[in-house]
T-cell receptor
């Protein structure tokens, strides 16, 4: 079984400051890793994904994440946040060996960008 | 990226009625779609996996007779909440599995806010 832990339920940060949203996963097999963003009353939008290869993954809106296999982490970072980045961010993991992608989500981290 | 739509975006119904939610993949064919529900301030919980032309696979604890899923075509899956009750009020989100491209990815619909009075 796979699971995802997002330790921080809320992260306040001032505008133009850097931010890191933490994500740790557990799985007995190789997995795919994702970060999604959800704006209020909307669905999820894919920010970035790690499938294989380079451990540093760049996504949309200036976000990037680094896969660390030894620490089983996939932290999301942005060097300078904007007000528009205020949203909830979900880390997710899937096991591609199951014939279809069954995705397990973390509990989410609410990013609050302070003007 | 691929686009998934949901209809309606929000619905309010009386207790005891049934509500149908549609999920469509607009620019790709999806053999597999997923249905999630999200309670306020919580994460998404997978309810069921919808496979085109076959029966849906439900997660443990999800009532098959209450949440009817039909995946009649490669671009449409429907979720019907039968005899809805206030505790069914939630945000329902579908996703579609796009099998082409570099690797498989799920694309999410915008969600449907269901309120049962």
């Amino acid at each position: 079984a796979q699971s995802v832990t997002q330790l921080d339920s809320q992260v306040p940060v001032f505008e133009e400051a850097p931010v890191e949203l933490r994500c740790n996963y557990s799985s007995s097999v190789s997995v795919y890793l994702f970060w999604y963003v959800q704006y209020p009353n909307q669905g999820l939008q894919l920010l970035l994904k790690y499938l294989s290869g380079s451990t540093l993954v760049k996504g949309i809106n200036g976000f990037e994440a680094e896969f660390n296999k030894s620490q089983t982490s996939f932290h999301l970072r942005k060097p300078s946040v904007h007000i528009s980045d205020t949203a909830e961010y979900f880390c997710a993991v899937s096991d591609p060996s199951g014939g279809y992608q069954k995705v397990t989500f973390g509990t989410g981290t609410k990013l609050q960008v302070i003007p | 990226g691929a686009v998934v739509s949901q209809h309606p975006s929000r619905v309010i119904c009386k207790s005891g009625t049934s509500v149908k939610i549609e999920c469509r993949s607009l620019d790709f064919q999806a053999t597999t779609m997923f249905w999630y529900r999200q309670f306020p301030k919580q994460s998404l919980m997978l309810m069921a996996t919808s496979n085109e032309g076959s029966k849906a696979t439900y997660e443990q604890g999800v009532e098959k007779d209450k949440f009817l899923i039909n995946h009649a075509s490669l671009t449409l899956s429907t979720l019907t909440v039968t005899s809805a009750h206030p505790e069914d009020s939630s945000f329902y989100i579908c996703s579609a599995h796009e099998p082409s491209g570099v690797a498989d990815t799920q694309y999410f619909g915008p969600g449907t806010r269901l309120t049962v009075l």
